[in-house]
């Protein structure tokens, strides 16, 4: 039972213009909800988080957007980069505190 | 000191030795975590210690045991692996139930 999915394995985008990646998540008792972004053999790092109070958390390039009605979240980036070029996660927060990660979609910025 | 360090970067085992992979955080978080993560996969929660207490299992076999000296840090004691246990293995550490940092991960190859 996949509560949290990625439904886009990959994403292309030119250098400059708009990346948007997408999430969806099953669980209405999720209220905090973060991306994290992954260069192969490194760790995960953390890029922006929303609460479910908000509908909009920006950060610089970043922008997240939750949806609770259609319990949808997704991520601006913009201009993309060549350096965005990587593995971007969504994760939720469970009531126990653990992190559910959505299965990630890779994106691929051209220059 | 706003990071999680990890060491060894890589490390190479037979499926008889017994290593162990070493964690550190100094940024006051009372959260620990370790994670198993394969290739373009999700991180898989292995272990929590809140509070230098082992809070979650996530019934991880009993060839990985975690171990909290204190609370700055976090170790994973590693003893007859199987080849299929090879991946990048991720320590994470949080101030509370929220954003979890992750340190650059162990390449672990069992041969």
């Known amino acids: 039972d996949q509560q949290v999915k990625q439904n886009s394995p990959s994403l292309s985008v030119q250098e400059g213009r708009i990346s948007i990646l997408n999430c969806d998540y099953t669980?209405?008792?999720?209220?905090?909800f973060l991306w994290y972004k992954k260069y192969p053999a490194e760790g995960p790092t953390f890029l922006i988080s929303?609460?479910?109070?908000?509908d909009k958390n920006e950060d610089g390039r970043f922008t997240v957007f939750l949806n609770k009605s259609a319990k949808h979240l997704s991520l601006h980036i913009v201009p993309s980069q060549p350096g965005d070029s990587a593995v971007y996660f969504c994760a939720a927060v469970n009531q126990g505190g653990k992190l559910i990660f959505g299965q990630g979609t890779e994106l691929s910025v051209k220059p | 000191d706003t990071e999680v360090t990890q060491t060894p970067k890589h490390l190479v085992m037979g499926m008889t030795n017994k290593k162990s992979l070493k964690c550190e955080q100094h940024?006051?978080?009372?959260?620990m975590y370790w994670y198993k993560q394969k290739a373009k996969k999700p991180p898989e929660l292995m272990f929590v210690?809140?509070?230098?207490?082992?809070?979650i299992n996530e019934s991880v076999p009993s060839r990985f045991s975690p171990e909290c000296p204190n609370s700055s840090l976090l170790n994973l004691h590693l003893h007859a692996l199987q080849p299929e246990d090879s991946a990048l293995y991720l320590c994470a550490s949080s101030h509370g139930s929220r954003e979890q940092f992750f340190g650059p991960g162990t390449r672990l190859t069992v041969l």
């Open positions: 940024m006051g978080h009372r959260a």
């Open positions: 929303i609460s479910s109070i908000k």
């Open positions: 669980n209405s008792m999720f209220d905090y």
């Open positions: 210690y809140s509070y230098e207490k082992l809070s």
